[in-house]
C-alpha cells in the first residue's frame, strides 16, 4: 500500500522509519488522488505513506511502539470515520504538520459561525436568518419576508446532519415546515437564494480552491455542477479579481491549506459567497467524470501540495507554507 519499501532512517532510533507524508483516505472515489499524490512524491524524492482502513490499526501499532515517523500528514478519512480519529490525535502529540489543522477546521462545520465571521469581516454573504425548530409560523413568515423569495434551506452543520441536502427555490413557510417534518431537529439557515448574472452566456458562479496559498478559479454550473477553468484572459475580460481576494481572506481568518468555496456574481455585478467553507474537496477529474474537478486543476492542487511540503521540510520549518508567496497562476 505504501509504494516501494523506504530506507531506514538514520539518527536517534536506527530502526525507525521516516515518512514525509502520511495519507489518510477511505473512500473509493479519492484513489486516483491519493496514488497521484503517492507517485508524486516518490518522483520527488519524497517518501509517502497511505493510510486506509485495512492498515489502519497496523499503522497506529507502529507509530506506538515508534518504528514509523510521519513529518507531515494528510487527512482525507476521520471526519467520515471515527476509527482515523486515535491516529489524527497521536499525530498531533508528535508534531506531525497537518495540512488542515485539525483544531482549526473542526469551526468550518457550523455555517452559522463562518456566517457570523465572514460578517464580521465583511466578506459578502447573502441574507440569512437561522431557523430553529421551535420556530412559530410568525416568525418563520417574518424571516422569509425579510430575506425574500424564492430562498433556499440548508443544514446549519454538515457532519450532525450527515451531509444533509439543500432545498431550492423555496417559497413559502409550507415550505420550510416540509423541510422540518423530513429532518426534525435539526438547525438550519434560511438563505436567500442567488441569481447569478451572465458571463458569456455562463452563469458566473465559480467553484474556488485553495490550496497552501495558491488560489485556482472554475466556472461552476449550479444546475448541472460541470466545471470548467476559468482563464488568465476571462478574469481580465469579466473583473474577478475579487476572488482571489475574497478567499485569500477565508483561508487567513480560519488559516486553512486545503479548501473550496463557492461564489457567484449577481447580477448588480457583487460578488457573494453562496457556499462557504468545503474542507473535503471532490478531486474525482472530469476526464473520468462529466461532474468532475477539471483535470489540470487537479493535477496542480497535486503538484502545489508536493512542492510545498517538500520545500518545508528541506526548510525545517512551515514558514513557506502560507501567507509567503500569493501564487495566482492558472
Known sequence: MNGKSQPVAKGKQASQRIFDIAIAWNWEYDRDFV???NDTCLKNGLRPYLIHPFNLYETLQLLTEEKIKFRSFFDRASDTDYRFLELVQLLQERGAFFVDDPDQIKWTDDKV??????????????????YYPT???????????????????????????????????????????????????????????????????????????????????CWWGPLTHIYDVVTETEVNKFSLNPLYGITKQIAKIYKLSFFSTEIAVEKGKEFVVVDYINDQCDMRKK?????????????LIVYTLVEKIRRRLEIGDGSDLSGAESEHKK
Open 113 to 130: 459561525l463562518i456566517h457570523m465571521d465572514f460578517t464580521l469581516n465583511n466578506i459578502p454573504v447573502p441574507p440569512t436568518f437561522i
Open 135 to 217: 420556530d412559530e409560523h410568525r416568525v418563520i413568515m417574518n424571516k422569509i419576508k425579510k430575506i425574500g423569495v424564492p430562498f433556499v434551506v440548508k443544514p446549519a452543520h454538515g457532519v450532525e446532519t450527515g451531509g444533509l441536502g439543500v432545498l431550492l427555490n423555496a417559497h413559502s413557510v409550507k415550505d420550510v415546515c416540509r423541510w422540518h417534518s423530513l429532518h426534525k431537529d435539526f438547525i438550519f439557515l434560511l438563505q436567500k437564494q442567488i441569481t447569478p448574472c451572465l458571463m458569456d452566456k455562463k452563469p458566473a458562479w465559480f467553484r474556488v480552491f485553495y490550496i497552501l496559498d495558491r488560489i485556482l478559479l
Open 287 to 299: 476526464s473520468k467524470f462529466i461532474d468532475g474537478v477539471c483535470d489540470e486543476i487537479v493535477d
Open 35 to 37: 496514488f497521484q499524490i
